[in-house]
Nanobody, 116 residues
Framework: QVQLVESGGGLVQAGGSLRLSCAVS????????MSWYRQAPGNERELVAA???????NYVASVKGRFTISRDNAKKTVYLQMSSLKPEDTAVYYC??????????WGQGTQVTVSS
């Protein structure tokens, strides 16, 4: 059974930084694509950043230059470093795994709140 556990969310002032972590178990991870999504109240869940098994990354335009996604295959963990945070970044952030063997799995989400 694949499990994803996010951590690192919290309350931060505008302009501050947070680093989210997503620890994976039950999957090989090395061959898995990983991504971070977020969902603000009243909004649809949106893709924030993604990283392929080979390390290629892409970002939604609103976070380019501020957020960095990375992965540590030895630790089976994906990270989202968030800097220059804005109130509009406030949302529940979800980690997603896409495995060629295990399909798609989601974490439970972690709340990020940015105060102005």
């Amino acid at each position: 059974q694949v499990q994803l556990v996010e951590s690192g969310g919290g309350l931060v002032q505008a302009g501050g930084s947070l680093r989210l972590s997503c620890a994976v178990s039950g999957s090989i991870f090395t061959f898995d694509a990983m991504s971070w999504y977020r969902q603000a109240p009243g909004n649809e869940r949106e893709l924030v950043a993604a990283i392929s098994s080979g390390g290629s990354t892409n970002y939604v335009a609103s976070v380019k230059g501020r957020f960095t996604i990375s992965r540590d295959n030895a630790k089976k963990t994906v990270y989202l470093q968030m800097s220059s945070l804005k109130p509009e970044d406030t949302a529940v952030y979800y980690c997603k795994l896409d495995s060629p063997l295990r399909g798609t799995s989601w974490g439970q989400g972690t709340q990020v709140t940015v105060s102005s």
